[in-house]
C-alpha cells in the first residue's frame, strides 16, 4: 500500500508499543487512525497524544473492546466501518505473552494467549474484511514475532499462536491477493515496551540468556521498519539483523538452530547451579 494518505487504518493493541507507534507513524503518512484495545482509560491517553501527529483533516479515534471476543469485536469493527467511511487496512497487533516453564504453567494461560494472540487475529480480519474488499485495493498485517520463526525456551504458551498467525497469513495471501488484499506480516525482535518490562521481571533465566546475544530494538524503530516494508508490499518485514538470521538459519539448519540455543541454555544452567 504505497499511499497512505486519507487510508483509514485499524490497529489492534494501539494503546501503548508497537501498535501505538505504529499508528503514530501512520499519521504521519496521513491516514486515519482508529485503535482498539481493552484498557479504555489508557485507550483515551494514547489517542489525546496519538491526535497530536495527526495530519490536517486527519484523525485518530479509539475504540474499547477486546479481540478475543467475537460478538464484541465483530460489532467494533461495524462500529468503525460505518462511522468513518469504510476500512483500508487492519492490523493485528494485540498480543500477550507470558513467559513460563511449560510444565508449570497452567492451561488456563494457554488458552487465553490463544484466544488473544490467534484468534483475536481471525476475528479481527473476519470482521473487518467485508469492507476491505469493497476497495481495489486493501491490506491486512499480522503481528507474529521472533519467537514465531522459530519455538522458542520459556514460550510454549506464545510461539505456537505466533506462529499460527504466520501461517494464517500465508493462507489468506494465497486466497485473496487476486481481489486485491496486500497481506504483510511483521516480525520483532525483543522490543522496549511496557510489556516487555514486565516479562523481564517473570521469565525463566534461560530465557534472559538466550536473548543476551539479540538486540533490543524500540517501538518506534520498529514501527519504522515496518512501514517502509508495508508501503513496499513486501510479505514479510522482519526487525533486527538478529531475528533475519534466525528465520534464514532455521529455514537452511533447524537442527543447527536447536543445538546452538541448547548450548546457551546448558551453559546457563552450569553456571546456576
Known amino acids: 500500500m504505497k499511499d497512505l494518505n486519507g487510508k483509514n487504518v485499524v490497529v489492534t493493541g494501539g494503546s501503548y508499543g508497537i501498535g501505538e507507534e505504529i499508528a503514530r507513524a501512520l499519521l504521519k503518512e496521513g491516514a486515519n487512525v482508529f485503535t482498539i484495545a481493552r484498557n479504555k482509560e489508557k485507550l483515551d491517553a494514547s489517542i489525546e497524544g496519538l491526535q497530536k501527529d495527526a495530519r490536517a483533516n486527519r484523525t485518530a479515534k479509539g475504540y474499547a473492546g477486546d479481540v478475543g471476543d467475537w460478538p464484541v469485536i465483530s460489532k467494533v469493527i461495524e462500529q468503525i466501518a460505518s462511522e468513518n467511511g469504510g476500512i483500508d487496512a487492519v492490523?493485528?497487533?494485540?498480543?500477550?505473552?507470558?513467559p513460563d516453564y511449560f510444565e508449570k504453567q497452567d492451561v488456563e494461560v494457554f488458552e487465553r494467549t490463544d484466544r488473544t494472540n490467534y484468534l483475536g487475529s481471525v476475528f479481527t480480519t473476519k470482521a473487518a474484511l467485508p469492507y476491505l474488499l469493497k476497495n481495489k485495493k486493501s491490506a491486512v498485517v499480522f503481528v507474529s514475532s521472533a519467537a514465531g520463526l522459530k519455538g522458542i525456551f520459556g514460550y510454549a504458551s506464545y510461539s505456537p499462536t505466533k506462529a499460527a498467525v504466520l501461517s494464517l497469513a500465508e493462507a489468506i495471501s494465497q486466497e485473496l491477493k487476486d481481489k486485491g488484499l496486500q497481506v504483510t506480516v511483521l516480525c520483532p525482535p525483543d522490543t522496549e515496551t511496557p510489556g516487555h518490562a514486565a516479562e523481564l521481571k517473570i521469565r525463566p533465566?534461560?530465557?534472559?540468556?538466550?536473548?543476551?546475544?539479540a538486540g533490543l530494538m524500540t517501538s518506534a524503530e520498529i514501527a519504522e521498519i515496518f512501514v517502509a516494508?508495508?508501503?513496499?508490499?513486501?510479505?514479510?518485514?522482519?526487525?533486527?539483523?538478529?531475528?533475519?538470521?534466525?528465520y534464514r538459519l532455521n529455514g537452511i539448519s533447524p537442527r543447527f538452530v536447536d543445538y546452538y540455543f541448547g548450548r546457551i541454555v546448558a551453559k546457563c544452567r552450569r553456571q546456576s547451579v
Open 205 to 213: 533465566k534461560e530465557c534472559d540468556a538466550l536473548s543476551e546475544s
Open 91 to 98: 492490523i493485528n497487533n494485540a498480543g500477550i505473552y507470558i
Open 229 to 246: 516494508g508495508f508501503k513496499k508490499g513486501k510479505f514479510m518485514v522482519i526487525g533486527g539483523f538478529d531475528t533475519k538470521l534466525l
